[in-house]
């Protein structure tokens, strides 16, 4: 038996992996974390998921606590969220959450207080061989959340476990059902926990100083103006206030210009995307390695060869978002991540 912190959002997920650690006969106490102080309706983050989380832990009959990570979120999580979208970036905030609130100021408060691990209730496995620890993705392909677990390394994983990655999530809610969790049918968050629903503009606008500027064409023609960067992301093809005859997207947001550009979907293709901040699950991999990489939590991986710096793609792939994760794989196995240029 080992003493395991499970981090409990409030949702299903969490609970049903804390009752599984339980089941198992670990010695099993539940946290909650409160990150956010303002407004949400759409996330983890609220009083409810709060309460939700303390009622799951006395149903299941172990301890629960709260800490109180709000300074570290706003400064790890929220301040770089305003100030990617500044930058004309598109930042991955249940990301950079992840790698330093749950697997950095968790896992160091896990180790501190004498626990063996740390569990959460995310889809994704864990599988030890004979070359260390490795990240795979969920059984639940449609649920599948190892791209958001991505920039996560082996030393982080050796003392966590993740539950439910071995079921559906049919199976996890069928489950919560058996036990009569509170949680059984709470639908799922799937916004960022620290904006209202519909409200990025408004959350950034507050933020944001913004300098207005021009949509420009693929050639340079000024076909419109804009009131700040921080409403484009590279691929947005709804929202872009001109009505030019045929669909277009974003193919660039320049910041230090305050140009956005659009065109044409085969604008958007390129052969070669560029990455930095490359990080590996365990061991690296040399350049040259073919891969599969996904570009969004839940987007389709494509064949692909990591070089230095870039990615090359085997058929020419819509471009990536500046800031966004770029997850590679083998197979099921997360090999490591770079953040797009």
Not at 253 to 258: E, N, R
């Amino acid at each position: 038996m080992s003493r395991v912190l499970v981090a409990m959002s409030g949702g299903v997920d969490s609970s049903v992996a804390a009752a599984i650690l339980r089941d198992e006969g670990h010695d099993v106490t539940g946290v909650t974390l409160r990150l956010w102080g303002g407004e949400s309706d759409s996330g983890c983050c609220s009083v409810a998921d709060v309460e939700d989380a303390r009622r799951v832990a006395a149903q299941l009959g172990i301890p629960h606590y709260v800490f109180n990570f709000g300074d570290e979120f706003d400064a790890e999580v929220v301040n770089p969220y305003v100030e990617s979208y500044a930058a004309g970036r598109t930042p991955n905030p249940c990301v950079d959450c992840n790698t330093k609130m749950k697997w950095g100021r968790l896992l160091d408060r896990t180790m501190a207080m004498g626990f063996d691990a740390m569990a959460t209730g995310h889809h994704a496995r864990l599988r030890l061989d004979e070359t260390g620890t490795r990240l795979c993705r969920g059984v639940d392909s449609a649920k599948d959340q190892s791209y958001v677990l991505a920039r996560l390394q082996a030393i982080q994983l050796v003392n966590t476990l993740l539950p439910v990655g071995e079921l559906t999530k049919s199976e996890v809610r069928n489950e919560a059902e058996r036990l009569d969790l509170r949680t059984a049918q709470k639908a799922e968050s799937m916004d960022v926990c620290f904006i209202k629903r519909g409200g990025r503009r408004t959350f950034l606008s507050d933020r944001i100083e913004e300098q207005g500027g021009a949509l420009v064409t693929t050639t340079g023609e000024v076909v419109g103006e804009h009131a700040g960067v921080s409403a484009f992301t590279v691929g947005q093809r709804r929202g872009l206030g001109v009505a030019l005859g045929e669909r277009r997207f974003v193919v660039d947001v320049d910041a230090s210009t305050a140009t956005v550009t659009i065109g044409e979907r085969e604008d958007l293709l390129c052969d070669v995307s560029a990455i930095r901040d490359v990080k590996f699950v365990d061991d690296s991999i040399s350049f040259g390695t073919d891969v599969l990489v996904q570009v969004r939590a839940h987007g389709v991986a494509a064949r692909a060869t990591f070089e230095e710096g870039a990615i090359h793609w085997v058929e020419a792939q819509p471009r990536v978002a500046a800031g966004q994760v770029v997850a590679m794989y083998r197979d099921d196995v997360v090999l490591g991540s770079g953040i797009a240029r």
